[in-house]
Nanobody
Framework: QVQLVESGGGLVQTGGSLRLSCAAS????????TAWFRQPQGKEREFVAA????????FYADFVKGRFTISRDNAKNTVYLQMSSLNPEDTAVYYC??????????????????WGQGTQVTVSS
């Protein structure tokens, strides 16, 4: 059984930084892609970034390029999302998701069957 546990959310001021973590367990993730999605209150969930475990390829939504960085620690089975230059529009519940996703870019939510519980990120103005 695959389990994902997110952490690192919180309240930060505009221009600040946060690092989210997604700890995975349950199986080997060498063929998996892990992604971050976010859902602002009252809006649909959207793709943020993804990384392929084996090759380390990274994909980003246009609105986070240059501000967010996704990375992984294979030894810890953990994926990180380093967020900087945050603004109030980044306020959302952030979810990590994982699965064997072969499409490029791996942005479609319905390709991910394993999801974490979400962590709230709030950026104050």
């Amino acid at each position: 059984q695959v389990q994902l546990v997110e952490s690192g959310g919180g309240l930060v001021q505009t221009g600040g930084s946060l690092r989210l973590s997604c700890a995975a367990s349950g199986r080997s993730f060498t063929r998996y892609t892990t992604a971050w999605f976010r859902q602002p209150q009252g809006k649909e969930r959207e793709f943020v970034a993804a990384i392929r475990w084996s090759a380390g390829w990274r994909f980003y939504a246009d609105f986070v390029k240059g501000r967010f960085t996704i990375s992984r620690d294979n030894a810890k089975n953990t994926v990180y999302l380093q967020m900087s230059s945050l603004n109030p529009e980044d306020t959302a519940v952030y979810y990590c998701a994982t699965d064997v996703v072969t499409t490029t870019p791996p942005m479609a939510q319905n390709e991910y069957n394993y999801w974490g519980q979400g962590t709230q990120v709030t950026v104050s103005s």
